[in-house]
Each structure stands twice: as structure tokens, then as C-alpha cells.
């Protein structure tokens, strides 16, 4: 392969597509696909120079170039993604990366969507539990089952599933070749002392030690000989950056009595940031696209400096903005905290956010899909209008769902002289007195001795009103233009779980078979999720109007 001319073709056609500039990730990614053999580390400067080239050409001169090479690639353009930028990658590996303290929510869903979305046609989407805190946001058991049912459920196709906890000794190692390198060294200064010099841009005097030295201290950290808050290893960088959190960020900490559900990480007492962690399996697993949350751009200025000491090339990365979904709890904090206190009854509160709990209440999985793949990856903050996405719901609903004649707050209406007449649905009404059970809203609309058009029925006059409900006599037949009162003989209990702690009670027919999970339309209450199924009541979750 001749890299430099490689270089430059590839830097002109990825200029060519992204406004005249170069990114220097796509560049290497298609050198790489090119010839899997070959030494990324010595061909960086010829790729590097490439880039740097085409990025100060101006863009005629670029598509004239572009237009020179046509024909001339060896790989394929990548096929657009349907609403998301071309990053210009091919086969690409993503990630969704949780922290597994919660069942994640639709803003973490986000990351995994998108990810899914652009590892389609060839490229990979793993799973990698960034479980490496098991003191403050400790792992729930069962990680792996909870989130994959939520992803399986979104129709994410997870390629394979990682957890860090499970490649602390991965960590160990490049701990100690990033000392060796003189990339990292073991802090053991007091936290306040460090953070003082850390702000006046001074070095703490640990950072000249010896890699030897430091080596050491962290055999010490490894065999718990140093015990939590004596030691933190940390990762060399700019001292000067503008960022005081850039500044020699720490790597792994010390933790005495560390909480984890993983039985590999019983007696493991150094426990890497998830910054070191993160920036490792991204290389180690080959991931090449990452999208996550404008808050980790940051961490990305930081594991730079980590992939400059071991001199890997950092992937292509896009950051996305916050989401919010209009009236509906986001925050794993604020849910575990309000499901200890009671607040919640669990994950899939109605009021909740989380992917169980729009799930529970109705929502079709598609839906969550348009509306992420909708917003895209921009970087500026998003809030979901629960209206809009109760609209794209209804459009993803159409022709899966079953209309059921719910009668919220039932009274009884007695009719009387009625003829025996069998409806079109084959149901039978009796003749001389006929008890029907209706809305006590239309009841009490209706005036005495006007007249009402029973549903799919006939025609009757409203002669009084009771505590019960009121009593009518049958006029006809003959359809007419009066109010129609929707009615039903046999009943069976329905409470419609609703948001804010709120109920509502009503009655539906006896003979329906209904079925758990399945989503139902109510007729004049709107649309819910069957629940549980009992002989006598039924509980349904409302999804929205």
C-alpha cells in the first residue's frame, strides 16, 4: 500500500463530503480498512501530514482533486443514514456504555438508538457496562437481563455485551505501561494540598518520582497495602489547560470495602475512573463511532492525553445534547430517591421516564425510535412535547389495537317499553324493561323529557332522574338527530392507572377476552395498556388521549 498517497486521496474525499475539511479519525479508519496489517504508529505522521495538507487547500481546488480520484476508491461511499450525518466510516463499531445503577431511561436511550442505528449494514453495537463504581452509583444485580429486555424490547441488536468490572486486570496492565511510559504517576498527597497546587497550575511533588517508584506505590494500591485515600494514581497532561478538571486527571482510586455484585471484583480494591476505563475498551474493543452526552466532551479532551501517551488514534466522536420529556422524571438519581421514599412505585412508575416504564403504559417501541432518531445528534438540549410524542404513537398504533366501549363513573338506566330486538352484533335486548349501565356524565346532561339515541339501538325519553342513575322510555327506532348515549348490559370492573397518582373507574363488557400487554382504545378516555386481567376487574395503564 502506498500510504502517503492513500492518505491524501482518502483526506481529499473526506474533505470533499464534510465542507472541505478532513477529520483526521475517518481518514485513519479508511486506512485501516484498507490493509488491517498495518502500523497505525508509524504511519500516523504520514496520515497526520496528509490531513493537514487538504485542510489548508481551499474547496475548488478540493473538488477538482475529489473529481481526479473519483472511480478510484476502493471501498464503497457509506450508505447515508436516514437523518443522521455520514461520519464517513465503514462497518462501524459503536457502543452504549451505562452505568448500570438504574434501568436506563429515554435519554440514555438516545445513545443506545443512535448507535444501533449507525452499526446497521455490517458495523457492530456493544453493550459495555461502565460498572466501575461500587461505592456511590453501585451496580444493580441482574444488569445484563434488565437492560438487555429494554434494548431487545427498542429493537436494538446488541452484537456483545462487556462489563468493566469484569477487565480490572486489563486496567492493571496499561496502569502500569502508562507508569513505565512516564505518562502516570501514584499521588499520595493530601486531596486538599494536591487541588490548591493543582489551581495555582504547580506540580504536586509526587509527579517527578521515578516510574519505578511510582510502579511500586501501586503494587502497594493493588495488594491494599495502601488503603482508600492514601493513593490515587493519576494521568499526566497540560498543567497550564484551561480546564482545572484537565489537569492531571486521576486514572484509579483506592476502595476499602467496595460493593459489587460481580463475584470477579470481590477482592479487587483499585477501581479505574470511568474516564481510564472508558478510553481503554474503546480502543481494546475496537470501537470506532462513540456518541454519548455533551457532558462527556470533556472526558474526551482528557483520554486524548491517554491515547497520545499509548499512541492510539482517538475514535470519531459526536456529542449530543441533554432530553427532557415533557411532565415525565428522567434522573436515575431522583428516581431511586423517590422510589425509597415512596414517591414511585418502582421503575416503571407511570410518572417515570425509564424505557420500562413507557413501555408498561403503552408506548410502541418504534416510537421511542422516531422521535430519538428525529432529534438526531445535535448537541443542543431537547425537550420531548408529550403531545407530539403521544401523536407519533397514535400514527405507530393504527391497526394494532382494539376499540373497547369503556363507561367511566357507571349509573343504571331502566328503560321501559321496550321491544325485544336483536342488534347487528348479535346482541339481545329484552322487551318490556331494559337495564342499561351508562356514563353519569351524559345522564346528567341530559334533560327530563328530551330524547337520546342509544348506541347502535334505539331512541329514548328521559323521564326522570335518580341517585342511581335515571329512568327512560323507548320512543323508536327510526335514527334521528339527539345526543347518542353509549351504554352496556353485562360489565366487568376497570381502573385506568393514571399520571400524578391519579385513578379512574369504569366498566367495560364481561365477554371481552382481554389480554396482558395488549394496548386497547377506550372509547372517550383515550388509550391504555392492559395491565392485569381479573375475573371480575381489570387494571389498565393510560397511555395518553
Request: glycine fraction near 8%; charge should be neutral; charged fraction near 30%.
Amino acid at each position: 500500500m502506498d500510504a502517503e498517497t492513500d492518505s491524501y486521496r482518502y483526506a481529499i474525499k473526506n474533505a470533499y463530503l464534510h465542507e472541505g475539511k478532513a477529520d483526521m479519525s475517518a481518514v485513519v479508519g479508511k486506512i485501516k480498512a484498507l490493509d488491517k496489517n498495518a502500523d497505525l504508529k508509524k504511519l500516523m505522521p504520514v496520515i497526520s501530514e496528509a490531513v493537514k495538507k487538504v485542510n489548508a487547500m481551499g474547496f475548488a481546488e478540493i473538488e477538482n482533486e475529489y473529481r481526479r480520484f473519483e472511480g478510484g476508491y476502493e471501498l464503497r461511499q457509506p450508505e447515508k443514514k436516514e437523518g443522521l450525518p455520514d461520519v464517513g466510516l465503514e462497518n462501524i463499531v459503536t457502543r452504549f456504555a451505562p452505568n448500570p445503577n438504574g434501568p436506563f431511561h429515554l435519554g440514555n436511550a438516545r445513545a443506545a438508538i443512535l448507535s444501533d442505528e449507525y452499526a446497521k449494514n455490517g458495523g457492530k453495537f456493544l453493550l459495555r457496562f461502565d460498572d466501575t463504581d461500587p461505592k456511590v452509583k453501585k451496580p444493580i444485580t441482574n444488569a445484563k437481563e434488565i437492560f438487555m429486555e429494554d434494548l431487545n424490547w427498542l429493537e436494538c441488536s446488541v452484537t456483545q455485551v462487556y462489563f468493566a468490572s469484569d477487565r480490572l486486570g486489563i486496567y492493571y496492565s496499561l496502569m502500569e505501561k502508562i507508569i513505565e511510559l512516564g505518562g502516570a504517576y501514584v499521588c499520595t498527597c493530601d486531596t486538599e494540598k494536591w487541588k490548591k497546587l493543582t489551581v495555582e497550575k504547580n506540580a504536586c511533588p509526587c509527579r517527578d518520582k521515578s516510574p519505578q517508584e511510582h510502579l511500586k506505590l501501586f503494587g502497594e494500591m493493588v495488594s491494599h497495602k495502601l488503603k482508600e485515600g492514601k493513593a490515587v494514581l493519576r494521568i499526566k497532561t497540560d498543567l497550564n489547560h484551561p480546564d482545572p478538571s484537565v489537569r492531571d486527571w486521576w486514572a484509579a482510586k483506592i476502595v476499602d470495602k467496595p460493593e459489587h455484585p460481580n463475584p470477579n471484583a470481590k477482592d479487587r480494591h483499585v477501581w479505574p475512573s470511568y474516564n481510564f476505563a472508558s478510553a481503554i475498551d474503546d480502543h481494546e474493543l475496537g470501537t470506532t463511532l462513540i456518541i454519548r452526552g455533551q457532558e462527556h466532551k470533556q472526558n474526551k479532551t482528557k483520554q486524548e492525553f491517554l491515547y497520545t501517551y499509548f499512541g492510539w488514534v482517538y475514535p470519531k466522536a459526536f456529542h449530543f445534547g441533554r432530553v427532557k420529556l415533557e411532565g415525565m422524571v428522567l434522573s436515575t438519581s431522583k428516581i431511586k430517591a423517590g422510589i425509597e421514599a415512596g414517591i414511585y412505585t418502582g421503575w416503571d412508575d407511570i410518572n417515570l421516564g425509564t424505557i420500562r416504564a413507557l413501555r408498561r403504559r403503552g408506548f410502541a417501541p418504534k416510537t421511542l425510535r422516531d422521535i430519538i432518531l428525529e432529534i438526531g445528534v445535535k448537541p443542543s438540549d431537547t425537550t420531548i412535547e408529550f403531545a407530539k410524542l403521544a401523536d407519533l404513537n397514535r400514527k405507530n398504533l393504527v391497526g394494532k389495537f382494539s376499540s373497547i366501549e369503556f363507561i367511566e363513573d357507571p349509573v343504571v338506566l331502566e328503560v321501559g317499553f321496550c321491544p325485544a330486538i336483536t342488534l347487528e352484533d348479535g346482541t339481545m335486548l329484552s322487551e318490556g324493561t331494559q337495564r342499561f349501565i351508562v356514563p353519569k356524565k351524559e345522564t346528567e346532561k341530559a334533560k327530563i323529557g328530551s330524547t337520546v339515541r342509544l348506541k347502535h339501538a334505539y331512541n329514548v325519553k328521559i323521564n326522570g332522574k335518580n341517585e342511581f342513575g335515571a329512568v327512560a322510555e323507548f320512543v323508536g327506532t327510526q335514527k334521528i338527530d339527539v345526543p347518542i348515549m353509549a351504554w352496556l348490559l353485562e360489565t366487568r370492573d376497570l381502573e385506568a392507572i393514571m399520571p400524578q397518582k391519579q385513578k379512574a373507574f369504569g366498566v367495560i363488557d364481561a365477554g371481552l377476552k382481554l389480554k396482558e400487554g395488549e394496548v386497547v382504545y377506550l372509547e372517550r378516555f383515550g388509550y391504555a395498556r392492559i395491565d392485569e386481567v381479573g375475573e371480575k376487574r381489570a387494571v389498565a395503564w393510560f397511555t395518553h388521549k
